[in-house]
T-cell receptor
């Protein structure tokens, strides 16, 4: 089954404690990205990756890092989480060709206290 | 820069009736793609329908159809015979084909639809 898998789905952490949200897709997609969803703001792109070892900033990259060492994986790293990073996070992937649908993971609820 | 605007934060509709969700966008591109995504209470993002800008015919998927007005930069979603399972947040999204390495989806802020029994 084609899917994008994120872990953890739910996490409560403390300010400053590094954490990683993993994302994996099994569709051999070239393009992967991370979004955060906040009330009234819709989905905002954090980082995206066009292919292995190719990443770039989205609209709200501050406080986040990513890596793309393998095509299927695109982890999101919060080196020193802060309360304003409390949000619902989505990983997504798609074929690189224009117009292709993006497939979303199930979302990760992150609370930073 | 491209923007997507959903001017209706919340809407409600009686079961079995028809409802239209509005979406406008701003772009100088001539070739692009538009999408509607549904986010039910489970928070999963589900593709509802997509439209290629170069196609004049409006996309349709069962009870879901769009009214795509390219000149007006409008992309509304019509849900016919509304069902309780249609209760969800609906996001309009714009995608510009990749040029110079740029490949980006832009989402609206969403419309929360409630279908009433």
């Amino acid at each position: 089954e084609a899917q994008v898998t994120q872990n953890p789905r739910y996490l409560i952490t403390v300010t400053g404690k590094k954490l990683t949200v993993t994302c994996s897709q099994n569709m051999n997609h070239e393009y992967m990205s991370w979004y955060r969803q906040d009330p009234g703001l819709g989905l905002r792109q954090i980082y995206y990756s066009m292919n292995v070892e190719v990443t770039d900033k989205g609209d709200v990259p501050e406080g986040y890092k990513v890596s793309r060492k393998e095509k299927r994986n695109f982890p999101l790293i919060l080196e020193s989480p802060s309360p304003n990073q409390t949000s619902l996070y989505f990983c997504a992937s798609s074929l690189r060709q224009g117009g292709n649908t993006i497939y979303f993971g199930e979302g990760s609820w992150l609370t930073v206290v | 820069a491209q923007t997507v605007t959903q001017s209706q934060p919340e809407m409600s509709v009686q079961e079995a009736e028809t409802v239209t969700l509005s979406c406008t966008y701003d772009t100088s591109e001539s070739n692009y793609y538009l999408f509607w995504y549904k986010q039910p209470p489970s928070r999963q993002m589900i593709l509802v329908i997509r439209q290629e800008a170069y196609k004049q015919q409006n996309a349709t998927e069962n009870r879901f159809s769009v009214n795509f007005q390219k000149a007006a930069k409008s992309f509304s979603l019509k849900i016919s015979d509304s069902q309780l399972g249609d209760t969800a947040m609906y996001f309009c999204a714009f995608m510009k084909p990749p040029t110079s390495g740029t490949y980006k989806y832009i989402f609206g802020t969403g419309t929360r639809l409630k279908v009433l029994a």
